[in-house]
């Protein structure tokens, strides 16, 4: 009798621990999956990339505010973004393979030029241009939870920034991913 009791325990315990492995497991994706949105989820970059202005507008824009768009990326933040700590180390990442392949990064808070919001519906996010002035790139740096190099949409667009040859023009509306709106 005392064998099959302590069977019957051994047998609660394991159920037990599996139960709580799924529900740690299930808590962490919905808390996860809570934060995953789109990054265009109104579609407002969608449809002015449907206009073929869209690229001579941004370019107006950013040389009304002064900056030079010619080999520049501009990566734009939000300072009250919880997404900011996750993607840091991308971002940090994209920063050193721009300087190294002769580009000039440019930081933008969003919240400090409220002109681009018509640009960029979420943060973080990053505007790529080649050293003709040409859009290369803009969107997200990254999907997923966490937006890592794994899920990276830019590096292999770095080393366009420093040519002059034509490059194709990326507008990224349908990524999920941890974004803030604007």
């Not at 099959?4 to 394991?14: D, E, G, N, P, T």
């Not at 990339?49 to 768009?69: A, K, M, Q």
């Not at 900011?84 to 919240?111: C, F, M, P, Y």
Request: proline residues 3%.
């Amino acid at each position: 009798m005392a064998k099959k009791l302590s069977k019957a325990r051994r047998q609660w315990l394991i159920v037990a621990v599996i139960a709580w492995f799924g529900l740690v497991l299930f808590s962490i994706s919905y808390f996860l999956e809570q934060r995953l949105v789109w990054f265009d989820e109104q579609g407002q970059l969608l449809e002015l990339s449907n206009n073929d202005r869209l690229e001579v507008e941004l370019v107006s824009e950013l040389s009304h505010l002064g900056y030079s768009v010619a080999g520049h990326v501009f990566h734009i933040t939000s300072r009250d973004c919880p997404c900011n700590w996750r993607s840091s180390g991308h971002i940090a990442a994209v920063k050193r393979q721009v300087t190294e392949s002769d580009g000039k990064n440019l930081v933008i808070d969003i919240d400090q030029v409220s002109s681009l919001k018509r640009f960029v519906p979420a943060t973080p996010a990053i505007i790529m241009f080649n050293e003709s002035s040409e859009l290369i790139y803009l969107g997200p740096y990254a999907d997923g939870a966490f937006c890592t190099t794994e899920s990276s949409f830019v590096e292999e667009l770095i080393p366009s920034v420093s040519i002059n040859s034509k490059a194709p023009q990326w507008v990224n509306t349908v990524a999920k991913g941890c974004y803030c709106k604007v």
